[in-house]
T-cell receptor, first 113, second 111 residues
């Protein structure tokens, strides 16, 4: 099965600080995604990428940046963290075909104080 | 923009019962429809998908898709306590490998 890892698994940040969440996949998938999950909201797409060097805005991109420096790595960057960004963040990867499965990482629990 | 709605929000069924979960979507051009399952504290994991109208069965799980009514559903036969989880449905935004997820249905199967 596809392997997606995330780091850190847990993070406490201060309001106004910079936070970087990292994701790595070893399956040579073209597409990678960042979601956040909050109670009552399901999974919401923040940013996604079709390959190295590309990033696209998802449904809730405000306050977040993304970086895809290589096929394997996809980062989510919170330049000025706010308490409203406290959430569980999931990274996922999948192949380019529309009907292909997305494989999720274990998640990062972020608390912004 | 795709809008995906799930019902019910939560459900409690006895072990051995048949369970039905529902999902509606708004983009009539969507082609790919998914159910993901997420156990507590774990990552979502793909359960089943369907790409054309009709029915698809895999073991105790069956998906129905009716594109004309913008509706798909998941049915679980002989529900087990291990089926207790958050079930997320998703539909693609037509033309992109980008899914929109519903808010989820929490299923509890009581022994």
């Amino acid at each position: 099965e596809a392997a997606v890892t995330q780091s850190p698994r847990n993070k406490v940040a201060v309001t106004g600080g910079k936070v970087t969440l990292s994701c790595n996949q070893t399956n040579n998938h073209n597409n990678m995604y960042w979601y956040r999950q909050d109670t009552g909201h399901g999974l919401r797409l923040i940013h996604y990428s079709y390959g190295a060097g590309s990033t696209e805005k998802g449904d809730i991109p405000d306050g977040y940046k993304a970086s895809r420096p290589s096929q394997e790595n996809f980062s989510l960057i919170l330049e000025l963290a706010t308490p409203s960004q406290t959430s569980v963040y999931f990274c996922a990867s999948g192949d380019a075909l529309g009907g292909d499965t997305q494989y999720f990482g274990p998640g990062t629990r972020l608390l912004v104080l | 923009q795709q809008n995906v709605q799930q019902s019910p929000e939560s459900l409690i069924v006895p072990e051995g019962a048949r369970t039905s979960l529902n999902c509606t979507f708004s983009d009539s051009a969507s082609q790919y429809f998914w159910w993901y399952r997420q156990h507590s504290g774990k990552a979502p994991k793909a359960l089943m998908s369907i790409f054309s109208n009709g029915e698809k069965e895999e073991g105790r799980f069956t998906i129905h898709l009716n594109k004309a009514s913008l509706h798909f559903s998941l049915h679980i036969r002989d529900s087990q306590p291990s089926d207790s989880a958050l079930y997320l449905c998703a539909a693609d935004d037509s033309g992109y490998n980008k899914l929109t997820f519903g808010k989820g249905t929490v299923l509890l199967v009581s022994p």
